[in-house]
């Protein structure tokens, strides 16, 4: 067996037969596919030894050794689900022993998360799969009874999977006691053909995460041994006695990994595209500032460096506060371990708020970075359309982003509700308590002051939302009802809360290390924290002044101080974004290399297309020239 050192991004892109002779965009889809399963396979192999040494832990953040199939792939690799969700959710909800039975194999399995299904992807409790135990049998029965309650879009599902975790409804003695997850089989491992009972297949081209094969499974009375279901949280025993779980809720465990991940990833997905758009800036010549004076760099505009600067601040303010969210989820992982639930409504209303806002960001900030690089933005070659789509795709999956805001909402509500009752409140959201005395405080231009304001405004709008539910109540509504009548304005309160953690966090993360750090480090990542906060209390001077004290002036002053941050940015701007330290061969961009030829690469990559494999294409005699002739006068 081939045995490699722990992989570093060299020994990696240094392997042959991961590169590509021709560009994925001239693939087709079965040959894009095939194409990222040849190249899955060696990765699959590496990581398989690089997690053998790392024990896979439930809560361990993982390695960014997966960055690297970033480059290799160019696109989502196929093999990821196996380690995002299959091997966490068998970690998070299973016992040990049936760890070690359904591990066994290590990574001789692959694996899939089958959660959603054609009719169901948010409605947890409305999923229609169901799972019958057979107590003659000792088996469940799984079965799609519709052809809504076939799973749809798991990644892998298609054709890569031979495993997967499935949720089901579950059935014992006729009674449904909801959804619950069973680790299940669907390929054989010799032959890799669907076993007897299962419908599969991959559900079609999307609009990007075109390698990630996500794909349809059917059940017609399939069955799997009663252990299968996983039982560490809830266990159905052999005489079909069921335990109940001792909240209902760890069932969903698998989502919040992943959303508190997330956030670590946008950054990174950001990082890629802040280091192509400035690079280019830096690179691209247009225009002049002086009339008398040469074409200037692009980054040299203001209102360019006021589309990407941004962009940088906004990397690094997800990836501390991901280290953040990560260090809650970790501590919050093990007081549950521990049987303390006291703080999973915390841990799920954080990560549904920061997962939406992180995502929503990415997409718009690196559509924002393609726009600022004109046409060649376009290009596929750029690599800043394929970063649009995949982390465009993260708005919807694993929550999609209306519904998890609403989740963070439920949250805030019942945090008010306590807040009023005069209850102490976990220091998330304790500012809630301090509403009334802090409301007509005097306002401060400062990176603090800014972020106590963007807390009022959470206080101010939340107060907002549960007079409107009270107003609705009072006028004949249900309580659901009114939450209903109120959504448009809890969306807000939750978009406000995230917001005001993300500068929070941002700041005082950054203000606590730029002790430890070279003053020139702390200078600058203290001006990109700054400029972060100011870009989003400008962008929310409305809010500001109706919740708090802030005057025209102060907003004048903080518009002049943006200002000032940009230029004070400027010098370090290319610098800034060499240190995210992303590697040509992982950027994968013709605008974005660090020798900056842009315009030889993009040549050369241009000539690449098999369309230039000829002067003249076979349809101009085909059908054009025929039709030229005829109406040529
Ligand atoms: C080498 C290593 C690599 C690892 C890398 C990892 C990086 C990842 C990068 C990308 C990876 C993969 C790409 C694609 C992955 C995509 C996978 C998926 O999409 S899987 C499917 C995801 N689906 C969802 O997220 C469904 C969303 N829906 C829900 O979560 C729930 O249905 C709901 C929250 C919307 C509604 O819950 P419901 O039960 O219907 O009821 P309520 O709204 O009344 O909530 C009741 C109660 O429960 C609490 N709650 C809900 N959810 C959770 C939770 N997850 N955790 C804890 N608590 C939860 C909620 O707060 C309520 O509490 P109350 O006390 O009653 O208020
Ligand atoms: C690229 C990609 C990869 C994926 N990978 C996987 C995977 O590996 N495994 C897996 O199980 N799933 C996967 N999914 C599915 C994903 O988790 C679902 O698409 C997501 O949970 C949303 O569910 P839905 O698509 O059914 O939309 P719906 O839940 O039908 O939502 C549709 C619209 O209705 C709105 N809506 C729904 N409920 C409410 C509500 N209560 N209040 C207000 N508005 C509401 C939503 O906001 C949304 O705008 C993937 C999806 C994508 C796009």
């Given at each position: 067996?081939?045995?490699?050192?722990?992989?570093?991004?060299?020994?990696?892109?240094?392997?042959?037969?991961?590169?590509?002779?021709?560009?994925?965009?001239?693939?087709?889809?079965?040959?894009?596919?095939?194409?990222?399963?040849?190249?899955?396979?060696?990765?699959?192999?590496?990581?398989?030894?690089?997690?053998?040494?790392?024990?896979?832990k439930a809560h361990?953040?993982?390695?960014?050794?997966?960055?690297?199939?970033?480059?290799?792939?160019?696109?989502?690799?196929?093999?990821?689900?196996?380690?995002?969700?299959?091997?966490?959710?068998?970690t998070n909800q299973a016992t040990p022993?049936?760890q070690?039975?359904?591990?066994?194999?290590?990574?001789?399995?692959?694996?899939?998360?089958?959660?959603?299904?054609?009719?169901?992807?948010?409605?947890?409790?409305?999923?229609?799969?169901?799972?019958?135990?057979?107590?003659?049998?000792?088996?469940?029965?799984?079965?799609?009874?519709?052809?809504?309650?076939?799973?749809?879009?798991?990644?892998?599902?298609?054709?890569?999977?031979?495993?997967?975790?499935?949720?089901?409804?579950?059935?014992?003695?006729?009674?449904?006691?909801?959804?619950?997850?069973?680790?299940?089989?669907?390929?054989?491992?010799?032959?890799?053909?669907?076993?007897?009972?299962?419908?599969?297949?991959?559900?079609?081209?999307?609009?990007?995460?075109?390698?990630?094969?996500?794909?349809?499974?059917?059940?017609?009375?399939?069955?799997?041994?009663?252990?299968?279901?996983l039982m560490k949280n809830s266990q159905?025993?052999?005489?079909?006695?069921?335990v109940e779980s001792k909240n209902e809720k760890l069932t969903y465990g698998?989502?919040v990994?992943?959303?508190?991940?997330?956030?670590?990833?946008?950054?990174?997905?950001?990082?890629?595209?802040?280091?192509?758009?400035?690079?280019?800036?830096?690179?691209?010549?247009?225009?002049?500032?002086?009339?008398?004076?040469?074409?200037?760099?692009?980054?040299?505009?203001?209102?360019?460096?006021?589309?990407?600067?941004?962009?940088?601040?906004?990397?690094?303010?997800?990836?501390?506060?991901?280290?953040?969210?990560?260090?809650t989820y970790s501590k919050v992982m093990e007081d549950i371990g521990k049987g303390s639930m006291d703080r999973l409504p915390e841990l799920h209303?954080?990560?549904?708020?920061?997962?939406?806002?992180?995502?929503?960001?990415?997409?718009?900030?690196?559509?924002?970075?393609?726009?600022?690089?004109?046409?060649?933005?376009?290009?596929?070659?750029?690599?800043?359309?394929?970063?649009?789509?995949?982390?465009?795709?993260?708005?919807?999956?694993?929550?999609?982003?209306?519904?998890?805001?609403?989740?963070?909402?439920?949250?805030?509500?019942?945090?008010?509700?306590?807040?009023?009752?005069?209850?102490?409140?976990p220091?998330?959201?304790?500012?809630?308590?301090?509403?009334?005395?802090?409301?007509?405080?005097?306002?401060?231009?400062?990176?603090?002051?800014?972020?106590?304001?963007?807390?009022?405004?959470?206080?101010?709008?939340?107060?907002?939302?549960?007079?409107?539910?009270?107003?609705?109540?009072?006028?004949?509504?249900?309580?659901?009802?009114?939450?209903?009548?109120?959504?448009?304005?809890?969306?807000?309160?939750?978009?406000?809360?995230?917001?005001?953690?993300?500068?929070?966090?941002?700041?005082?993360?950054?203000?606590?290390?730029?002790?430890?750090?070279?003053?020139?480090?702390?200078?600058?990542?203290?001006?990109?924290?700054?400029?972060?906060?100011?870009?989003?209390?400008?962008?929310?001077?409305?809010?500001?002044?109706?919740?708090?004290?802030?005057?025209?002036?102060?907003?004048?002053?903080?518009?002049?101080?943006?200002?000032?941050?940009?230029?004070?940015?400027?010098?370090?701007?290319?610098?800034?974004?060499?240190?995210?330290?992303?590697?040509?061969?992982?950027?994968?961009?013709?605008?974005?290399?660090?020798?900056?030829?842009?315009?030889?690469?993009?040549?050369?990559?241009?000539?690449?297309?098999?369309?230039?494999?000829?002067?003249?294409?076979?349809?101009?005699?085909?059908?054009?020239?025929?039709?030229?002739?005829?109406?040529?006068?």
């Amino acid at each position: 067996m081939k045995c490699y050192p722990v992989p570093r991004e060299n020994l990696v892109l240094s392997i042959d037969n991961l590169k590509d002779d021709i560009p994925e965009e001239y693939l087709s889809h079965k040959e894009c596919y095939e194409n990222v399963i040849r190249k899955g396979s060696v990765l699959y192999d590496i990581f398989s030894e690089l997690s053998k040494d790392r024990k896979h832990k439930a809560h361990q953040a993982p390695s960014n050794a997966y960055r690297i199939s970033d480059g290799i792939m160019q696109n989502v690799n196929p093999f990821l689900l196996h380690f995002a969700l299959f091997v966490p959710a068998i970690t998070n909800q299973a016992t040990p022993e049936q760890q070690a039975e359904f591990l066994k194999h290590g990574f001789g399995i692959i694996g899939t998360y089958a959660q959603t299904e054609l009719g169901h992807g948010t409605f947890l409790r409305g999923l229609e799969t169901t799972a019958t135990l057979d107590l003659e049998t000792d088996e469940f029965v799984l079965n799609s009874p519709t052809l809504t309650s076939y799973k749809w879009w798991p990644g892998g599902l298609g054709h890569t999977a031979n495993h997967c975790v499935v949720m089901a409804q579950l059935y014992v003695k006729g009674k449904c006691h909801g959804p619950h997850l069973f680790f299940v089989q669907i390929r054989d491992i010799e032959t890799h053909e669907p076993l007897p009972g299962l419908k599969l297949g991959e559900i079609g081209a999307k609009m990007g995460f075109n390698t990630a094969d996500n794909g349809f499974l059917g059940f017609h009375n399939f069955r799997i041994p009663r252990n299968n279901m996983l039982m560490k949280n809830s266990q159905v025993l052999k005489d079909g006695t069921y335990v109940e779980s001792k909240n209902e809720k760890l069932t969903y465990g698998s989502m919040v990994f992943v959303r508190v991940y997330l956030l670590s990833d946008m950054a990174y997905m950001l990082a890629r595209a802040a280091t192509i758009s400035v690079r280019y800036s830096a690179v691209r010549h247009q225009s002049h500032i002086k009339p008398d004076e040469p074409e200037v760099q692009i980054l040299d505009f203001v209102i360019q460096q006021h589309k990407l600067f941004i962009s940088i601040a906004t990397s690094h303010a997800f990836k501390i506060c991901g280290l953040w969210l990560w260090q809650t989820y970790s501590k919050v992982m093990e007081d549950i371990g521990k049987g303390s639930m006291d703080r999973l409504p915390e841990l799920h209303a954080l990560s549904c708020c920061l997962k939406t806002t992180s995502t929503r960001d990415a997409g718009w900030l690196i559509e924002q970075c393609r726009l600022a690089c004109g046409g060649h933005g376009y290009l596929m070659s750029s690599n800043l359309p394929s970063l649009y789509t995949t982390a465009t795709a993260a708005i919807t999956y694993e929550g999609e982003s209306t519904v998890l805001l609403l989740q963070t909402a439920r949250y805030l509500i019942k945090s008010w509700k306590r807040a009023m009752e005069g209850e102490s409140l976990p220091a998330t959201v304790s500012f809630l308590s301090e509403y009334f005395n802090k409301r007509y405080n005097k306002w401060e231009n400062t990176p603090k002051g800014i972020v106590d304001g963007l807390k009022l405004v959470v206080a101010g709008v939340t107060k907002m939302c549960a007079e409107s539910i009270q107003k609705h109540v009072s006028r004949g509504q249900q309580y659901e009802e009114a939450w209903n009548s109120s959504s448009v304005q809890l969306i807000k309160a939750s978009e406000a809360y995230s917001r005001a953690l993300l500068c929070e966090v941002f700041w005082f993360e950054v203000d606590k290390v730029s002790s430890t750090l070279s003053n020139n480090l702390a200078v600058v990542l203290k001006q990109l924290a700054e400029l972060y906060i100011t870009y989003w209390a400008l962008e929310k001077r409305g809010d500001l002044l109706v919740y708090t004290t802030i005057s025209k002036d102060d907003l004048d002053k903080l518009q002049e101080r943006y200002e000032e941050l940009l230029a004070l940015i400027r010098p370090n701007a290319v610098g800034l974004v060499d240190s995210f330290d992303i590697r040509d061969e992982i950027l994968c961009s013709t605008l974005g290399a660090y020798d900056g030829r842009v315009y030889e690469r993009m040549m050369e990559h241009a000539l690449k297309s098999p369309l230039n494999a000829e002067t003249v294409n076979q349809s101009f005699h085909k059908y054009m020239k025929p039709v030229i002739l005829k109406h040529k006068i």
